[in-house]
């Protein structure tokens, strides 16, 4: 049977690179999604662009395991030298937008959703979700569905890992700041030029260090990434505006780090776009870190945004591929990491759903 879904799961891998699907557009591969559902006799339901089930002896008593991993991919860089939505398979790898992030992981958690879909008797219920929107943090993605679905006691997020387990995650805060000054004209003196005046600013978060520092994911890290003033050449602006965009580790939670960057940060005004993006994690002694461990799976902190940032159960990333893969050109997945991807992923929920 697994041997089967493998087979399975790779062509379906092949149809979804071969099928654009940005963010919010993903409505072509959603029904790839339900084929697959309905040819192996899966009730299923969407919502939006999300297909998502329920194991088939779901019992309200138990607790749930969700397993997720998204469907939509970012543009095709423009480095690519073959046609990222051709699905080809050379030397082992196979290309195409979307093979490592997240399409491996997504085919692999739906083979391993599939194997266990009929099973009874196990000690957690599951629920699976191919969501939309990860790659833009949508509001109609994950996010969207937590409200849909049963209450979420643990997850698997699927994300390029080498199928190791990174057990926290960091979260992300992107401000918008301000840096206000005189308006006027170039040829006239001016003591309150903002831009001459965004410079120690600028400095302030280059050198800026948080006290607190995360045994798993290291230090907040808090880079300025835009700036942006003036519209001609002789008029000196009202203003410069700044974004900043923070890495948060489990050291602190958001509300911490708008609070503190409020209240010392050396700009006229700095606010948060939103704070939902969350960090996340497990502790090393969950039952899933555990049987990770005993197949020889390791532990580490991820620096990169996932369907994680949504979660406020604990939480592990977990797939086949490299993470330095994601959004590269000619991005590939090999063939034998998603076959390991799918034995090591029913291995591991072996140990965990069996009693």
Same mark, same amino acid.
């Given at each position: 049977?697994?041997?089967?879904?493998?087979?399975?799961?790779?062509?379906?891998?092949?149809?979804?690179?071969?099928?654009?699907?940005?963010?919010?557009?993903?409505?072509?591969?959603?029904?790839?999604?339900?084929?697959?559902?309905?040819?192996?006799?899966?009730? $299923?339901?969407?919502?939006?662009?999300?297909?998502?089930?329920?194991?088939?002896?779901?019992?309200?008593?138990?607790?749930?395991?969700?397993?997720?991993?998204?469907?939509?991919?970012?543009?095709?860089?423009?480095?690519?030298?073959?046609?990222?939505?051709?699905?080809?398979? *050379?030397?082992?790898?196979?290309?195409?937008?979307?093979?490592?992030?997240?399409?491996?992981?997504?085919?692999?958690?739906? +083979?391993? $959703?599939?194997?266990?879909?009929?099973?009874?008797?196990?000690?957690?219920?599951?629920? $699976?979700?191919?969501?939309?929107?990860?790659?833009?943090?949508?509001?109609?993605?994950?996010?969207?569905?937590?409200?849909?679905? !049963?209450?979420?006691?643990?997850?698997?997020?699927?994300? !390029?890992?080498?199928?190791?387990?990174?057990?926290?995650?960091?979260?992300?805060?992107?401000?918008?700041? /301000?840096?206000? =000054?005189?308006?006027?004209?170039?040829?006239? !003196?001016?003591? *309150?030029?903002?831009?001459?005046?965004?410079?120690?600013?600028?400095?302030? $978060?280059? *050198?800026?260090?948080?006290?607190?520092?995360?045994?798993?994911?290291?230090?907040?890290?808090?880079?300025? /990434?835009?700036?942006?003033?003036?519209?001609?050449?002789?008029?000196?602006?009202?203003?410069?505006?700044?974004?900043?965009? #923070?890495?948060? /580790?489990?050291?602190?939670?958001?509300?911490?780090?708008?609070?503190?960057?409020?209240?010392?940060?050396?700009?006229?005004?700095?606010?948060?776009?939103?704070?939902?993006?969350?960090?996340?994690?497990?502790?090393?002694?969950?039952?899933?870190?555990? +049987?990770?461990?005993?197949?020889?799976?390791? /532990?580490?902190?991820?620096?990169?945004?996932?369907?994680?940032?949504?979660?406020?159960?604990?939480?592990?990333?977990?797939?086949? =591929?490299?993470?330095?893969?994601?959004?590269?050109?000619?991005?590939?997945?090999?063939?034998?990491?998603?076959?390991?991807?799918?034995?090591?992923?029913?291995?591991?929920?072996?140990? #965990?759903?069996?009693?």
């Amino acid at each position: 049977m697994i041997k089967k879904l493998t087979q399975d799961a790779i062509e379906l891998l092949k149809s979804l690179i071969e099928t654009p699907s940005f963010s919010t557009e993903e409505d072509q591969t959603a029904a790839l999604i339900e084929h697959w559902m309905t040819s192996h006799n899966i009730e $299923f339901k969407r919502r939006k662009n999300n297909v998502w089930s329920v194991n088939k002896f779901f019992d309200k008593n138990k607790p749930t395991l969700l397993l997720n991993s998204h469907h939509d991919t970012v543009q095709p860089n423009k480095g690519y030298t073959k046609d990222p939505f051709t699905a080809s398979v *050379d030397n082992g790898k196979l290309y195409g937008l979307g093979s490592n992030d997240a399409g491996g992981c997504l085919v692999s958690l739906l +083979a391993t $959703f599939t194997y266990f879909y009929a099973k009874e008797n196990l000690t957690y219920n599951l629920v $699976f979700v191919a969501s939309a929107e990860e790659e833009n943090s949508g509001k109609n993605g994950l996010n969207f569905m937590l409200e849909h679905i !049963p209450k979420i006691d643990v997850a698997i997020v699927g994300e !390029p890992t080498l199928m190791n387990l990174a057990i926290a995650e960091k979260g992300l805060l992107v401000f918008d700041a /301000t840096v206000k =000054g005189t308006p006027g004209h170039a040829a006239h !003196p001016n003591v *309150d030029n903002p831009i001459y005046k965004a410079i120690p600013v600028l400095q302030w $978060f280059k *050198d800026f260090k948080f006290e607190k520092s995360s045994p798993s994911l290291g230090d907040v890290k808090m880079t300025v /990434t835009q700036i942006n003033a003036g519209v001609q050449h002789n008029a000196i602006p009202s203003e410069v505006n700044i974004v900043v965009d #923070v890495r948060v /580790t489990d050291a602190y939670d958001n509300e911490e780090i708008v609070e503190l960057l409020q209240e010392k940060s050396p700009c006229d005004q700095i606010i948060p776009r939103s704070t939902r993006l969350n960090s996340s994690g497990i502790s090393k002694d969950h039952a899933l870190v555990l +049987a990770g461990l005993s197949l020889g799976m390791s /532990t580490y902190g991820s620096p990169t945004l996932s369907d994680q940032a949504c979660l406020s159960c604990p939480s592990v990333k977990l797939g086949p =591929g490299d993470s330095n893969r994601s959004h590269s050109a000619d991005e590939f997945i090999y063939i034998e990491e998603l076959e390991q991807g799918i034995e090591q992923y029913i291995k591991l929920l072996d140990k #965990v759903l069996k009693p």
